[in-house]
């Protein structure tokens, strides 16, 4: 398994800013002395994540197309030995330092206490501790600093969790490899999150790779596949932008997120059932079944040998597309519990039990399973399709030139165009500011516009061409921030837009002797 990098430079981990960076970090560690009176050892970094394309496509089994980015979170540590204390701090002063220890006091708290924040390190740190195998912790002195604007789909609290499982691990001798730390990212955020959802943005956190986007799948293994932007005529580049519109996925996930887990879930068992594969040892009794898991039992004896794997994605995701009016569209309009329990052949006591509603619970009066249905398989045909004109136009005839052909950038704007379109009417996951932002930022020459990080709020990216990036924020600026968030100041309204470029994942900053 692969390890965790490491790093001794800022070089290694940033390409650009590298004066900012340093001061960011140096102010870390002047930050630490200031409070515990001495150096830290090292420095865990976890960046954040864009979604570039593959909305809510994550916990059906299906991939996404993802990218570390440049914000991130820093947790600065010393390991004490005397005891099993751990005390955090952070540098933003809203958030109130406290410590604990060991054992019953690191329980995770979900209350609205003022040391709330400290619920996502306890979730890292309890989960790295387990996976680790330490029956007792080494003391940790801890500096938490980090610039990923938080509840923006932005991916914050999970890099929060997942670096402080980095530093845990580290203080006590026991590096984590990447797949261990996606493992006890996932398993560390569950501890506190009232949602059900998937683990993409902890992969690509972790496993990015420098100067390339991500193809993460996680079914039936957690995998990337690095993708490139083609090289055209007009470079292009991805800018997200922040609707400034909050997103509290605990208090809205019964209507929102959870639901769409639960319709998603509900949908994967009734169609196995259409399908004719819903007693098969790979889809019978498995928690959760996905409709990934669905459609390859379905095409489980199809020979595929020497066929591209892309080419064999859109030909099943194709053909599952067409399935779904057959398995869900006597009741296009949506099904009741009773009738969501009818189509499976149980009660609405057990279905609840299947769905796990006591931990993750939903309130609707109907579940739309078609249009969920439409938008995942839409969704996941149309990661796929931007993957494979990537490789095409940066196969080994275009030897690292670039292209004069406009259509490509049209192509892949024109396939974010449609995840946002779906977004909004087939999954219902998007937002009046989202739509606004979009509707501007087409008309500011994006090629392509659509939500990122889950939708009902929080950010948006957008496939620019590089040159018009300036006017593009301008348009921005002017037509929505200015006429939406008139106060922001001048800094906050350059925090608002910022160019995505691929970023480094996880790693170990160590100080040089």
């Known amino acids: 398994m692969a390890p965790i990098a490491t790093f001794t430079a800022l070089s290694d981990i940033y390409d650009d800013n590298l004066l900012r960076q340093g001061a960011r970090y140096q102010t870390l560690v002047e930050g630490f002395i200031k409070i515990y009176g001495a150096k830290p050892t090292f420095i865990a970094r976890v960046p954040g ?65 003022q040391c709330e924040w400290s619920s996502y390190f306890k979730c890292g ?17 801890c ?48 501890h506190i999150e009232a949602t059900s959802d998937g683990c993409m943005n902890r992969i690509v956190g972790i496993m990015s790779q420098p100067q390339s986007f991500s193809f993460v799948e996680d079914n039936p293994k957690s995998n990337i596949t690095p993708v490139k932007l083609p090289l055209v005529g007009s470079p292009l580049t991805l800018v997200v932008a922040n609707t400034l519109v909050p997103v509290d996925k605990h208090a809205t996930a019964p209507v929102c997120y959870n639901l769409r887990v639960v319709e998603t879930c ?14 098969r040892t790979a889809c019978k009794n498995v928690d959760p079944l996905t409709f990934k898991i669905v459609m390859d039992e379905f095409y489980a004896e ?61 309130r609707a ?60 009417d087939q999954f219902e996951c998007s937002c009046k500011e989202l739509d606004e932002v979009c509707a501007i930022a087409r008309r500011a020459g994006a090629l392509g516009s659509r939500l990122t990080g889950a939708g009902w709020g929080g950010c948006s990216v957008h496939l620019v061409h590089q040159q018009n990036v300036d006017k593009f924020v ?20 350059k925090d608002a837009t910022f160019v995505v470029g691929p970023g480094t994942g996880a790693g170990i900053y160590t100080f040089e002797d």
Not at 57 to 76: N, Q, V
Not at 266 to 278: D, I, K
Not at 328 to 351: D, H, K, N, P, V
């Open 49 to 113: 994540g864009v979604n570039i394309i593959g909305e809510q496509t994550d916990y059906c089994g299906f991939p996404a197309l993802l990218t570390a980015i440049i914000p991130d979170c820093l947790i600065a540590v010393k390991a004490v030995g005397s005891n099993s204390t751990v005390r955090l701090a952070n540098v933003n002063r809203d958030f109130a330092a406290c410590q604990f220890s060991y054992g019953s006091e690191c329980a995770v708290s979900t209350g609205g206490s």
């Open 125 to 141: 740190y309890k989960s790295a501790l387990d996976v680790i195998g330490c029956s007792e912790s080494k003391g940790m002195q």
């Open 143 to 190: 500096l938490v600093g980090g610039n990923i604007p938080q509840c923006v789909g932005l991916s914050s609290s999970s890099a929060l969790v997942c670096c402080a499982a980095l530093a845990t691990a580290m203080a006590n001798d026991k590096p984590l490899s990447r797949e261990m730390a996606v493992e006890v990212s996932v398993a560390g955020e569950r």
């Open 266 to 279: 509900v949908g994967a068992l009734v169609l196995a059932r259409h399908l004719g594969v819903a007693g």
């Open 302 to 362: 199809q020979d595929t040998a020497g066929r591209d794997d892309v080419d064999v994605w859109i030909e099943r995701l194709e053909a599952m597309l067409e399935a779904l009016h057959a398995a869900f569209g006597s009741l296009a309009e949506g099904y009741t519990r009773e009738q969501m329990a009818g189509a499976l052949g149980i009660s609405c006591s057990e279905l609840s039990a299947k769905v796990h509603e006591a931990q993750f619970p939903v």
């Open 365 to 424: 009066e109907r579940f739309q399973l078609l249009k969920r249905a439409q938008h995942v398989f839409s969704e996941a045909l149309r990661v796929v399709r931007f993957r494979q004109i990537c490789e095409r136009e940066n196969g080994d005839d275009a030897d690292g030139k670039s292209s004069n052909n406009s259509s490509v950038g049209a192509a892949l704007g024109d396939l974010m165009n449609q995840s946002q379109d779906s977004c909004r």
């Open 474 to 493: 301008d348009a921005l600026n002017r037509d929505y921030y200015g006429k939406y968030h008139p106060n922001l100041t001048p800094q906050q309204r």
